[in-house]
C-alpha cells in the first residue's frame, strides 16, 4: 500500500502586494511540499479547484514546484470551483463543461491518473428540488465528466459524504449502485474512512467495490479528522479491520491521509505513516 497526503491549499489572490497574495500562495504551497518530502513521502494529493484558478504562468510554477520537491502528484481532490451547482435550478451544463476542460487537462498536466469528485455543496440538493431531477442533472454531469477523462486519462472516482456535509450519495454503497449502474468506464468510487465512521457504514462494502474494479482511491482520517493512531479517540475507526478488508480483497490503489492538523498534536504525521505500515505489513 502506497501513503501519501492531502495538501489544503486556499484559493490565491491576485497580486503581490497584498496579504495572501500570489508570491505568499506560492510560498506555502513550496513550504507544504517541502513538509511532505520531509516526512518521507513520495507522494501528495493537491486539491484541484484552486489549482485550476491559477493563470497560466502560475500554474506552470505550481508544477514545478511540485516536480522539484521530487513528490508524486498521482490523485486530486476539490474537484469542483465554488459556485458551479451540479443539482438544483442553477446548473449550467455549459459552465461545467468548459470547467471540467481546463480542469482535466492541468489535473493531466500535474501527472494526475485520479481525479476525487466530493464536492458536497455542488451536488447538494436544494430543498424543495425534486430528487428525480437532480438526480438525472448528475448523471448528465458524470456523463460530462466520462468525455472529459477518458480524453485526458483519468479516473473521477465518486465520494460519499456524511449526512452533515451533503444530504446525497452519504454511503460507499450509494456510489457503487450509481458508478456500476451508469456503466461509464473512467466514473468509480473513493472512500474515506471518516465519512463511513459517520455513517457507521462497514468496512465489507469496499471488498465489494474492489472486486467490481470500481474502489479507485481511500482516504483515511479518525474521528474528528485526526490521525490514524491518534490515542486521544474514542469509538474512531477500526484501522485494522479497513487495511485488512482491503489487503483481503487485492485492492491495488493507494490511500491518503486526509486530516485536520490542528486536531492531531498528540500524533505527527511520521507517526501515524508508521502505524499505518505497520498495520498493513502485519495483515
Known amino acids: 500500500m502506497k501513503f501519501g497526503l492531502c495538501i489544503v491549499l486556499d484559493y490565491p489572490r491576485q497580486g503581490n502586494s497584498e496579504a495572501g497574495g500570489m508570491k505568499e500562495w506560492m510560498a506555502r ?3 507544504k511540499l517541502e513538509e511532505a518530502a520531509g516526512y518521507g513521502l513520495d507522494r501528495v494529493e493537491l486539491p484541484l479547484s484552486p ?5 497560466e504562468p502560475e500554474f506552470e510554477e505550481a508544477v514545478s514546484l511540485v516536480k522539484t520537491s ?16 451540479l443539482t438544483g435550478p442553477e ?4 459552465l461545467t463543461e468548459a470547467y471540467l476542460e481546463s480542469a482535466f487537462l492541468r489535473a493531466a498536466r500535474l501527472g494526475a491518473g485520479t481525479v476525487i469528485l466530493g464536492a458536497g455543496q455542488a451536488r447538494n440538493i436544494p430543498q424543495g428540488f425534486d430528487k428525480e431531477t437532480a438526480a438525472e442533472q448528475f448523471e448528465a454531469f458524470l456523463h460530462q465528466c466520462e468525455a472529459h477523462a477518458a480524453k485526458h486519462e483519468l479516473i473521477v472516482a465518486i465520494e460519499p459524504l456524511n449526512r452533515k456535509e451533503c444530504n446525497w450519495i452519504k454511503w ?5 449502485e450509481l458508478a456500476a449502474g451508469l456503466y461509464l468506464p473512467h466514473i468509480r468510487v473513493a472512500a474515506d474512512s471518516y465519512h463511513m465512521l459517520m455513517q457507521r457504514e462497514e468496512y465489507d462494502i469496499l471488498e465489494e467495490a474492489v472486486e467490481m474494479g470500481l474502489l479507485a482511491h481511500v482516504h483515511l ?8 493512531g491518534c ?6 475507526a477500526d ?3 479497513l487495511l485488512g478488508t482491503l489487503k483481503r480483497s487485492g485492492y491495488a490503489g493507494e490511500a491518503s491521509l486526509e486530516c485536520a492538523p490542528e486536531q492531531n498534536s498528540s500524533l505527527t504525521i511520521p507517526q501515524s505513516l508508521e502505524y499505518l505500515n505497520k498495520l498493513w505489513d502485519e495483515l
Open 29 to 31: 504551497l513550496q513550504a
Open 51 to 55: 489549482l485550476a484558478a491559477l493563470a
Open 70 to 85: 521530487g513528490l508524486s502528484c498521482p490523485v486530486v481532490n476539490s474537484m469542483i470551483r465554488p459556485g458551479l451547482p
Open 91 to 94: 446548473v449550467n451544463p455549459e
Open 172 to 176: 460507499v454503497e450509494e456510489a457503487i
Open 221 to 228: 482520517a479518525d474521528r474528528d479528522r485526526r490521525l490514524p
Open 231 to 236: 490515542p486521544l479517540v474514542e469509538k474512531g
Open 239 to 241: 484501522f485494522k479491520q
